[in-house]
């Protein structure tokens, strides 16, 4: 896995806006205002992800040089892969590069996870918020199938139950 690239965030974002206003003026004459608002929210959620990587991208890997050392004085050692997290966003998903630091006969350490503060499970907190959200009002399925229609983010309703336990 490779750190993701700042560069090919930009170019992403700029090239799914320049789609997003490409969209507009091929269909402009032929659409109604609720079916062009539908595909420019769609279109727009792919800027937004693209945003979301170039976040991560700035933020790095969580590299703090060859070793890490702990409280009780024990020393880690950087590895020389990078470890992928997966994170569920709204906008979509992707791999999040750590670097992972261990010692033989202990857990590694990403310092990523504390400096980007990201969850224990794959669902960013914005969509953990949300997913409760939907929970509070509506059944696991009906929640499930909002999240679908709305944002397009396919996820099971097992999750929901999972989300509200943990």
């Given at each position: 896995?490779?750190?993701?690239?700042?560069?090919?965030?930009?170019?992403?974002?700029?090239?799914?806006?320049?789609?997003?206003?490409?969209?507009?003026?091929?269909?402009?004459?032929s659409?109604?205002?609720?079916?062009m608002?539908?595909?420019?929210?769609?279109?727009?959620?792919?800027?937004?992800?693209?945003?979301?990587?170039?976040?991560?991208?700035?933020?790095g890997?969580?590299?703090?040089?060859?070793?890490?050392?702990?409280?009780?004085?024990?020393?880690?050692?950087?590895?020389?892969?990078?470890?992928?997290?997966?994170?569920?966003?709204?906008?979509?998903?992707f791999k999040?590069?750590r670097?992972?630091?261990?010692?033989?006969?202990?857990?590694?350490?990403?310092?990523?996870?504390?400096?980007?503060?990201?969850?224990?499970?794959?669902?960013?907190?914005?969509l953990?918020?949300?997913?409760?959200?939907?929970?509070?009002?509506?059944?696991?399925?009906?929640?499930?199938?909002?999240?679908e229609?709305?944002?397009?983010?396919?996820i099971?309703?097992s999750?929901?139950?999972?989300n509200?336990?943990?």
């Amino acid at each position: 896995m490779r750190a993701i690239s700042n560069e090919r965030c930009i170019s992403e974002g700029k090239l799914e806006l320049q789609n997003l206003f490409e969209f507009v003026n091929q269909n402009a004459e032929s659409m109604q205002a609720y079916e062009m608002e539908k595909n420019i929210f769609q279109l727009a959620l792919k800027i937004a992800l693209s945003g979301m990587k170039y976040y991560f991208a700035q933020k790095g890997t969580g590299d703090i040089g060859p070793e890490l050392k702990l409280d009780n004085d024990l020393i880690l050692k950087r590895e020389n892969r990078l470890h992928g997290k997966d994170y569920f966003s709204i906008f979509g998903k992707f791999k999040v590069p750590r670097t992972c630091y261990r010692l033989e006969g202990y857990c590694g350490i990403m310092p990523l996870d504390a400096q980007a503060d990201l969850p224990d499970r794959c669902y960013s907190y914005l969509l953990q918020e949300t997913m409760d959200y939907l929970c509070i009002r509506d059944s696991f399925d009906e929640s499930k199938a909002t999240l679908e229609k709305v944002l397009g983010i396919k996820i099971s309703s097992s999750r929901f139950e999972c989300n509200l336990n943990a």
